[in-house]
T-cell receptor, first 114, second 112 residues
């Protein structure tokens, strides 16, 4: 069965510092890959997605992610974190033949200190 | 343009009761998916509706059922509530064939 692992439950970074959130997936073929963000009391907002092609994908709010097939990873990065980035971040995968049946990781809570 | 709307936002029920949650998809979307997000966990796929039929289902018991209406709105029904059903229930809509989900803010269900 598919699984998504986000090894870090909590991460704290200083405002202006760089950020990397880790995501590893377990699946035989390359699935569709997503990063979502969830603020308290809110639904999920899509940050970026990877379907095929260039392995470095750009998203909203200055986020980017790199797909590494050899490592089954899809890590999220941001060069300079803002206080408003504090939220919970979820990595998700979708088997290409299913269509929008996402499997999510457990999430990483980002705290930003000033 | 309204996004995905869910009602109610909060709900408190007792074990054994039944509950109905509602979802209106984003304008132009024809597919609705439901997810359960327990505290401290990522969302889990419950099922997906398209053309008023359940098209895909996750690993949830038959106590969880749904419906989609001709206007694409959807309901999630849970019978014989258990304490473990306490969670945030998220509705997501999409256009069939498009890999982009839009999520609502969810319904927080507490079972006492």
């Amino acid at each position: 069965a598919q699984s998504v692992t986000q090894p870090d439950i909590h991460i704290t970074v200083s405002e202006g510092a760089s950020l990397e959130l880790r995501c590893n997936y377990s699946y035989g073929a390359t699935p569709y890959l997503f990063w979502y963000v969830q603020s308290p009391g809110q639904g999920l907002q899509l940050l970026l997605k990877y379907f095929s092609g260039d392995t470095l994908v750009q998203g909203i709010k200055g986020f980017e992610a790199e797909f590494k097939r050899s490592q089954s990873s899809f890590n999220l990065r941001k060069p300079s974190v803002h206080w408003s980035d504090a939220a919970e971040y979820f990595c998700a995968v979708d088997r290409r033949e299913y269509g929008n049946k996402l499997v999510f990781g457990a999430g990483t809570i980002l705290r930003v200190k000033s | 343009d309204a996004g995905v709307t869910q009602s109610p936002t909060h709900l408190i029920k007792t074990r054994g009761q039944q509950v109905t949650l509602r979802c209106s998809p984003k304008s132009g979307h024809d597919t609705v998916s439901w997810y359960q997000q327990a505290l401290g966990q990522g969302p889990q796929f419950i099922f997906q509706y398209y053309e008023e039929e359940e098209r895909q289902r996750g690993n949830f018991p038959d106590r969880f059922s749904g419906h989609q209406y001709p206007n694409y709105s959807s309901e999630l029904n849970v019978n014989a509530l258990l304490l473990g059903d306490s969670a945030l229930y998220l509705c997501a809509s999409s256009l069939r064939g498009r890999e982009k989900l839009f999520f609502g803010s969810g319904t927080q269900l507490s079972v006492l």
